[in-house]
């Protein structure tokens, strides 16, 4: 039988709140979980952290592998997350784990001072680990290593017991299918786990209309077998009264009464966990809406949502499929052609660790002693797109980044200049909105504000040594109906002196949402005549969807591809009169 502590007898009852999806995944604890669920409903705090916690005393020393898309995400989204489900849950770093680092060693003295079960169990991993750069390691020696799809090769060659993947509408199916080839070691230590060569998935709801998602998860419906998973849940909750009954005589100190209740709750234990080991009971599929999370998020969190016009709140709310067909986008003909996955080097990758920052060395695609090129968006969500020309007219659209208010211009140039702190050629391109030399409500000249605080630190005085050049003085307003028929033209691939557009699919993530997600409006001009339009009510959205809701992003995109010499290359210009390019209501 795998390792637990000492049930430690105390009169102390804890209390915390789950939402009854996540105490149904807590109760059935099956080799297999494929959960779709909506935005908000707990996926990482509350169901993967519950099945984490159980696999540390359940698999003590094994390793374990928890992938997401990109590392960045990985550090900025998930792994907060992770942190503050383990936290509620009672789990303290540097106690009852370690993130990035060797654990360390306590001496007998200081031992004393720890948790009873910590005291006798600590820090044991079974497999051998080379670097702790990319480890999160439990009291027990269960231990995980991070990794994503955008590092590849921070995963090869090793053996896991157990895989974790976060967001997994974006991993290709090939690509995590040859990640399961590496669950595969340790049998005869961990063979009679119920986790043993498990797998542990959630996503929000695949929408595969969008370039880069992936519905391979739904095919796992047909895995899970209803009556095995009763099964499980009525021992599970005939074992969960045996543990309330025993903590109950525990509480009126009949120990004697508290002790045969704990012989029929090991009981029921084992025949629980005899029930997950049998093949039909492995697999737990489920969808559902955030409307599980309901307690939390509260009911006006749902009307804001409807009542704003959200667009994907079929599939990321209510775990729907989305209705938006390719025919509507804006962007008609962009497609997987142009993005590109390999942008990161493995050297560098490696040489990041989980609590690293990763600068401008790891992208592969950047020449570091050629000029960067920026195209930027402002408003209350500041957008920047930034690229670099190739050889045989490929264009590298290499990062995206932004700041939302109140974070505004000194912020973005801040997060710029440390990222590409070793660029060697500190030459900056940018091309921005007309709007931005005369900045209406501001006042002032943003892009001239953004010259400054690229070139001078923060007091204003202390130069940085970069050099920023504005490239859109002077230049004439650029028409949404313009910008349909250069895109279109731009996408195809038909215009063979326009470049060919190449986007970092990891680095670009809210980008490519922008991208995929702008949907066309057809309104008449003065002459009564249709002319296509991008529809930027996105833009009214509540500013913390904005990023990966709104069309903002693509403006950016869209003044550093529409500069004045390739705009001069499309032959059919628009016949209608140009739409403005302010928000369509």
């Not at 099964?231 to 005589?249: D, G, M, S, T």
């Not at 700041?403 to 060697?424: C, G, V």
Request: charged share 25%.
């Amino acid at each position: 039988m795998a390792w637990r502590p000492k049930i430690k007898i105390t009169k102390e009852i804890s209390q915390a709140f789950a939402n009854w999806v996540a105490q149904f995944a807590a109760l059935i604890l099956s080799r297999f979980l494929y959960m779709v669920l909506g935005r908000g409903s707990a996926k990482t705090t509350e169901i993967v952290v519950e099945r984490l916690i159980a696999m540390v005393y359940d698999l003590p020393g094994a390793p374990i592998v928890w992938v997401s898309d990109t590392y960045s995400n990985l550090q900025k989204n998930v792994l907060p997350s992770v942190l503050e489900g383990l936290e509620r849950k009672g789990f303290k770093e540097g106690v009852h784990f370690v993130l990035g680092k060797q654990p360390p060693e306590f001496s007998e003295a200081e031992k004393v001072d720890l948790p009873p079960e910590i005291r006798e169990h600590f820090w044991k991993p079974y497999n051998r680990l080379v670097s702790y750069k990319h480890t999160m390691i439990f009291f027990t020696g269960l231990n995980i290593t991070f990794g994503s799809l955008d590092r590849p090769a921070s995963l090869a060659g090793r053996s896991y017991v157990h895989v974790i993947g976060d967001e997994v509408k974006y991993f290709i199916e090939h690509k995590i299918a040859n990640l399961l080839k590496a669950v595969r070691g340790y049998a005869v230590k961990y063979g009679k786990s119920p986790f043993y060569r498990g797998h542990t998935f959630t996503t929000d709801m695949p929408n595969t209309k969008n370039i880069g998602e992936h519905d391979w998860i739904l095919k796992q419906v047909n895995k899970m077998k209803k009556s095995a998973i009763l099964r499980i849940l009525k021992a599970a909750i005939v074992l969960n009264e045996c543990i309330q009954e025993r903590i109950y005589f525990q509480q009126k100190n009949d120990h004697e009464e508290a002790a045969k209740k704990l012989r029929t709750e090991e009981r029921w234990r084992e025949r629980w966990k005899s029930l997950r080991m049998q093949k039909d009971g492995q697999t737990l599929f489920f969808i559902a809406s955030s409307l599980v999370n309901i307690d939390i998020l509260t009911p006006d969190w749902f009307s804001d949502a409807i009542q704003s016009d959200l667009g994907d709140v079929d599939t990321a709310v209510l775990s729907l499929k989305s209705s938006l067909e390719s025919g509507d986008r804006f962007y008609a003909n962009i497609g997987e052609k142009h993005f590109y996955r390999d942008g990161k080097d493995a050297r560098w990758a490696e040489h990041f660790g989980i609590d690293d920052q990763e600068d401008c060395r790891i992208l592969t695609n950047l020449n570091r002693k050629k000029i960067i090129e920026v195209g930027l968006d402002f408003g209350n969500m500041i957008s920047m797109t930034i690229g670099q020309p190739k050889p045989n007219n490929e264009y590298k659209i290499l990062k995206f980044m932004y700041t939302l208010s109140p974070d505004w211009i000194p912020k973005l140039a801040a997060n710029f200049r440390e990222y590409f702190n070793r660029q060697e050629e500190k030459v900056i391109n940018a091309y921005y909105d007309r709007a931005a030399n005369n900045y209406k409500d501001a006042k002032v000249d943003l892009a001239q504000a953004f010259k400054n605080a690229i070139e001078f630190q923060e007091d204003g005085r202390t130069k940085t040594g970069w050099k920023v050049n504005l490239m859109s003085r002077n230049q004439g307003n650029i028409g949404q109906a313009e910008e349909y028929i250069f895109m279109q033209e731009l996408f195809s691939g038909s215009n063979p002196k326009l470049p060919k557009i190449d986007i970092d699919f990891f680095e670009c993530k809210q980008l490519k949402a922008s991208l995929e997600g702008a949907r066309t409006k057809i309104v008449p001009n003065k002459r009564g005549a249709s002319v296509t339009t991008k529809d930027k009510t996105s833009e009214k959205f509540p500013i913390h969807r904005l990023p990966m809701e709104s069309t903002n992003p693509s403006d950016s995109f869209k003044y550093l591809m529409m500069r004045r010499e390739w705009r001069n290359l499309v032959k059919h210009r628009t016949s209608q009169h140009i739409s403005e390019s302010s928000v369509v209501g």
